[in-house]
């Protein structure tokens, strides 16, 4: 979406992303500079969530209770994430004679006829891609209003006031930039590599073209979370790594479809994937980036964490505070 500026830095803002596993929050400094005031994170019971759809309200509500309190950011802003998995995100053509201020209005009247999702009352926000004699092409990024309304509710509980919903690949995606590790001409891959699942999105010329949503399928008892609600926690697999390691082959399988895809379909074979750039919370990047270069012909590159003091499980958090600062 916009990469530009969208507001001057709120030093009171926190940004917060709630998983079907994990809360994670950071308070930033100076969001430009990746100076982090603090941070924190909280491992959620099997359960409480599953696939971004909240199952245990009232268990929530006590743990991010707890968090608010033990973080000292009861009454702050939040800038807070959209489960991936409840995020639509597709390519549609308007018509080009359409104004800028008339687009909105548009998709309004053509939801359920040109344009279906798959719920009713559809929150969407959309990004130009480019234009042509006949068409104009935007990406769509839709929500259930009941969704994101679920969500908005259960912070306003906790005394947290939300202001700013978001999407990870967008975020993640800010990070890129002001590490300087895109161009406009790449067609960048973005893999994020977390427990429940890979989050895949592709940039070109700083615009979000494909995303892909793609479930692990492991079980979450496997993973050794250490509950703690202060310290930043180190992920460990319990049983045999090769487990671990036969998951994540099946994922680049798939991976290595969408590149084919992305390349053979949505470019006529005209133009593929030319970086790759992984992340996430899964202890196996090293393995997945030896695993990436050993079958693909693109350089694959790690966010590094040099230059601030999380690590990769924080990258999406470091992109939502940068949502606010002038990064062109």
């Keep these: ?143 259930s209003e009941q969704l994101v309304a679920e969500y908005t509710s259960l912070l306003e509980d906790v005394k947290l006031k939300p202001v700013v919903a978001d999407a990870s690949s967008v975020a993640l995606y800010r990070l890129l930039f002001l590490k300087q590790l895109v161009k406009p001409e790449d067609h960048t891959l973005c893999l994020q590599f977390d427990i429940p699942a890979v989050q895949l999105s592709v940039f070109h010329n700083h615009k979000p073209l494909f995303f892909n949503h793609i479930k692990m399928e492991n079980d979450m008892t496997g993973w050794n979370f250490n509950h703690s609600t202060h310290d930043i926690q180190l992920i460990k697999w319990q049983g045999e790594l090769g487990f671990v390691h036969g998951l994540i082959e099946d994922k680049l399988v798939e991976i290595e479809r969408i590149i084919n895809y992305y390349k053979f379909t949505i470019n006529q074979g005209q133009q593929g994937v030319t970086k790759i750039v992984l992340t996430g919370e899964l202890p196996e990047l090293t393995y997945i980036q030896e695993r990436l270069e050993g079958k693909l012909d693109v350089p694959v590159i790690r966010v590094d964490s040099s230059d601030h003091s999380l690590p990769a499980q924080f990258n999406v958090m470091l992109g939502l505070s940068l949502k606010e600062v002038q990064l062109c």
Excluded at 22 to 50: A, T, W
Excluded at 54 to 71: K, Q, Y
Excluded at 86 to 99: A, C, D, F, G
Excluded at 106 to 127: Q, R, T
């Design 1 to 143: 979406m916009n990469f530009g500026r969208l507001g001057l830095f709120n030093k009171r803002r926190i940004n917060l992303i709630i998983q079907d596993h994990v809360i994670r929050f950071v308070e930033m400094k100076n969001p430009e500079l990746l100076d982090v005031k603090s941070s924190g994170e909280r491992y959620i019971p099997d359960g409480v969530i599953q696939d971004g759809t909240i199952v245990d309200r009232e268990s929530l509500f006590l743990i991010l209770e707890e968090c608010v309190d033990d973080w000292e950011i009861k009454g702050r802003e939040v800038q807070f994430l959209i489960p991936d998995s409840k995020l639509v995100i597709r390519k549609q053509h308007i018509p080009s004679e359409l104004l800028e201020e008339e687009i909105k209005g548009y998709l309004y009247m053509e939801l359920g006829s040109s344009i279906h999702l798959p719920f009713e009352d559809p929150l969407f926000d959309y990004v130009l891609i480019d234009k042509d004699e006949a068409d104009r092409d935007i990406l769509l990024f839709a929500a």
